[in-house]
């Protein structure tokens, strides 16, 4: 007799072959082959279709680089077989690379926008005041620098017009016409000081 509480596991049972409730949720690998559910909106030959063009264009994407590579190898022989350098087709494409740069619409677009941030900077207020403080300062300094060599050039013309410039400039003519002097009669010595040779040595006092 069947215990309560028990599953029934007798294989009379009409409950045979039944699992139970616990165990219905347990999913079972039917051993199809995995696929992913058409798109939605497509139709499955559709699907089919799509699958069978991306699979030709991979293949021409394949072919056409094995066809870039071979031409580049090409390329390459006819460049070694002329002389042309490494170094000159380097340079070759940076100038056509910067070209298309300089004709390219992101580089014209934003050659315009710097065009338009100069103007706007260059009309600004601030930038004319600015301007207007150099220039006003640049005049003061160069006003300044004039008055400093005015003054320098006036202080010098009062010094030459002194007295004791004109009486130093005086005997420095007067040494100059004697040492020329004794140069035209022969004699090499300088000329004594003033009043020696006119003056009379004196006689010692006596003690």
Request: glycine share 8%.
């Amino acid at each position: 007799k069947d215990q309560p509480g028990q599953d029934d596991i007798n294989l009379n049972s009409p409950n045979k072959g039944l699992l139970s409730d616990s165990m219905t949720d347990v999913p079972v690998d039917t051993g199809v082959a995995a696929r992913t559910p058409a798109v939605e909106g497509l139709t499955e030959a559709e699907e089919e279709e799509l699958r069978a063009e991306l699979t030709k264009v991979e293949e021409e994407i394949v072919t056409l680089r094995q066809v870039l590579a071979a031409k580049e190898r090409h390329c390459g022989e006819l460049k070694r077989r002329l002389g042309l350098s490494t170094l000159g087709g380097l340079k070759q494409n940076l100038s056509r690379s910067w070209h298309d740069m300089q004709v390219s619409n992101a580089y014209v677009k934003t050659s315009e926008k710097l065009g338009e941030w100069n103007e706007k900077v260059t009309q600004s207020d601030l930038y004319k005041k600015t301007q207007e403080t150099l220039s006003q300062a640049g005049q003061k300094t160069s006003a300044a620098l004039s008055t400093v060599g005015s003054a320098i050039s006036r202080k010098l013309g009062d010094m030459r017009n002194s007295a004791t410039f004109k009486s130093f400039e005086d005997r420095v003519g007067t040494i100059k016409s004697k040492v020329v002097g004794d140069r035209e009669n022969g004699s090499d010595s300088l000329p004594s000081s003033a009043g020696s040779s006119d003056k009379p040595l004196s006689d010692p006092a006596p003690f």
